[in-house]
């Protein structure tokens, strides 16, 4: 069975630091381009970023470029997101999503075939 499973979620104060985790069973995630999003209260869900199955080619939403960094762990089963720098702003259910490495980047929802169940980011004074 494909599952993706998202860890690392929790309350933290303006500015300060998360690693998300993005975990894979029943298919080799090293295989497949891994997706970021994220949807904050009362809005759309939207791209947070990306990665190749390869690991060369990544993508940032503007809204975190150079504070969030997506990468693949040694382990190959698993992908990180880096969240440095949070704002209130960042706070949203993130997901992983998976679709295949043959595909290339993928920037939107509509790309993705496999998703996760979601982990709460909170960034709170």
């Known amino acids: 069975q494909v599952q993706l499973v998202e860890s690392g979620g929790g309350l933290v104060r303006p500015g300060g630091s998360l690693r998300l985790s993005c975990a894979a069973s029943?298919?080799?995630?090293?295989?497949?381009?891994i997706g970021w999003f994220r949807q904050g209260p009362g809005k759309a869900r939207e791209f947070v970023s990306a990665?190749?199955?390869?690991?060369?080619?990544?993508r940032y939403a503007d809204s975190v470029k150079g504070r969030f960094t997506i990468f693949r762990g040694n382990d190959k089963n698993t992908v990180y997101l880096q969240m440095n720098g949070l704002k209130p702003d960042d706070t949203a259910v993130y997901y992983c999503?998976?679709?295949?490495?043959?595909?290339?980047?993928?920037?939107?929802?509509?790309?993705?075939?496999?998703w996760g169940q979601g982990t709460q980011v909170t960034v709170s004074s």
């Open positions: 999503a998976a679709r295949s490495g043959f595909l290339g980047m993928g920037l939107s929802d509509r790309d993705y075939v496999y």
């Open positions: 029943g298919f080799a995630i090293d295989l497949y381009t």
């Open positions: 990665i190749t199955w390869d690991g060369i080619a990544t």
